[in-house]
């Protein structure tokens, strides 16, 4: 089908579009940016006036629970054209079978793009090495343990040579096991307070340090994934300034919230990794503003029950898909960032590390993925307005502006 996408103002980050032009689809492509052309009928008109016309959103870090339907609905709610799925599911992605199986079911719902990370080792137990090479052919775009721990870095060393060897991108969380257990808060003034067993920044830091090892060592291609702490982007900075082949991203909550936002033991702002301080808070902002980090929601669908318990108890995580770009838009109207540099850790900067170049941008040629929003609508997070089969977040009942009117994938609306 031929859609014209008129009367927007177009903002292409990747190829530095800020402008009021019009959008030419056919066949699920983009096709030109700009004006009509004589040569082009379309069968069907968007008019976008007021609207801001963007690449679809790509979240690189989403799970979507018991409920594929509805968060793969909630996705392009908000925006999103394409997800990342981490592999520690029930069951978790270490055999290609399990791939596809998710793959099929995702593309028979038709709605946003589904992209599986397999499993770095099998049953996720960090030891034998999974099936890295089928899991690729079933369509993992990288490899992951997702929050499970490799204990044993002879093993890590292993996978990281035998993904650099066949090109495959490995995608870390970077947390020391022995430095994180027992841990529920930010180890900090507030954890303290409330008696709660610390996280030290230096769980992440110590895990960073051997992940940029074995990277510089292997030449593999690794992203880490939700930095939380100033150290933490510097280290990132630094290697990226040095030549290894490291990118990162950063939880879209950990831009606005910090460790005193835990009040009193509320569970919605337990998260993994935590809540960390406002110097850590305000550097990750600044990373993100620098390029050196993509921002993700981090969504993780819980149920009642998992946050009505004892702060320790409650499992970390909030849902995320619709509030990731209200979010980042308040982000940049904060920052004074123009709207492109804001959209960029949503699009162009994902897409590359995912090294898609048919994702993120409107060149010509690419999958016709966009988002249209409303840059200035005001609305408010509630059970009612959030689409997700998981209603629990921090920023419930938050007032926020700017709303996803429109998604398109593959040029179809969705």
């Known amino acids: 089908m031929k859609i014209a996408i008129q009367n927007g103002?177009?903002?292409?980050?990747?190829?530095q579009i800020d402008r009021k032009a019009d959008v030419f689809i056919a066949d699920g492509s983009i096709v030109h940016v700009g004006v009509l052309t004589a040569d082009f009928q379309a069968e069907r008109e968007i008019d976008a006036t007021g609207m801001i016309v963007a690449p679809g959103l790509i979240d690189l870090c989403a799970r979507p629970g018991g409920h594929l339907a509805t968060e793969l609905k909630a996705a392009v709610a908000g925006g999103i054209s394409t997800l990342v799925c981490p592999p520690d599911l029930n069951p978790p992605l270490d055999e290609p079978e399990l791939v596809e199986r998710l793959m099929q079911e995702a593309a028979g719902l038709h709605l946003a793009r589904l992209l599986p990370l397999g499993a770095i080792t099998q049953n996720l137990d960090g030891e034998r090495l999974a099936e890295m090479a089928g899991l690729a052919a079933a369509g993992c775009v990288a490899f992951s343990q997702g929050k499970r721990p490799v204990l044993d870095t002879q093993a890590?060393?292993?996978?990281?040579?035998?993904?650099?060897?066949?090109?495959?991108?490995?995608w870390m969380q970077p947390q020391d096991f022995y430095l994180s257990r027992n841990g529920f808060a930010h180890d900090g003034e507030v954890a303290s307070r409330l008696g709660l067993t610390g996280i030290p920044v230096s769980a992440e830091t110590v895990a960073i340090a051997t992940f940029l090892t074995l990277a510089a060592?292997?030449?593999?291609?690794?992203?880490?994934?939700?930095?939380?702490?100033?150290?933490?982007?510097?280290?990132?900075?630094?290697?990226?300034?040095?030549?290894?082949?490291?990118?990162?991203?950063?939880?879209?909550?950990h831009l606005h919230l910090c460790e005193q936002d835990i009040g009193f033991f509320d569970t919605l702002a337990r998260f993994d990794p935590p809540l960390r301080g406002m110097k850590d808070r305000d550097a990750l902002r600044q990373g993100v503003a620098q390029g050196i980090a993509a921002l993700c929601s981090d969504h993780t669908p819980l149920s009642h029950d998992d946050k009505l318990l004892p702060f320790s108890e409650a499992k970390p995580g909030a849902t995320g898909l619709e509030l990731l770009l209200p979010l980042a838009l308040q982000w940049g109207r904060e920052a004074q960032?123009?709207?492109?540099?804001?959209?960029?850790?949503?699009?162009?900067?994902?897409?590359?590390?995912?090294?898609?170049?048919?994702?993120?941008?409107?060149?010509?040629?690419?999958?016709?993925?966009?988002?249209?929003?409303?840059?200035?609508?005001?609305?408010?997070?509630?059970?009612?307005?959030?689409?997700?089969?998981?209603?629990?977040?921090?920023?419930?009942?938050?007032k926020l502006t700017g709303k996803a009117k429109i998604t398109l994938v593959g040029g179809v609306r969705v």
């Open 9 to 15: 103002r177009v903002v292409d980050p990747k190829n």
């Open 156 to 170: 890590l060393l292993r996978a990281f040579e035998y993904a650099a060897t066949f090109g495959f991108a490995i």
């Open 217 to 253: 060592d292997t030449g593999v291609r690794l992203h880490l994934r939700r930095i939380s702490s100033a150290t933490g982007m510097r280290m990132i900075a630094k290697a990226q300034a040095e030549g290894v082949a490291v990118t990162c991203d950063v939880g879209i909550h």
């Open 337 to 398: 960032l123009p709207l492109m540099d804001t959209l960029a850790p949503l699009t162009a900067a994902p897409a590359a590390i995912l090294g898609r170049e048919d994702l993120g941008c409107l060149s010509v040629g690419a999958c016709a993925d966009l988002c249209l929003f409303a840059p200035d609508e005001p609305w408010q997070a509630t059970a009612k307005t959030l689409s997700s089969a998981s209603k629990h977040t921090p920023f419930l009942g938050r």
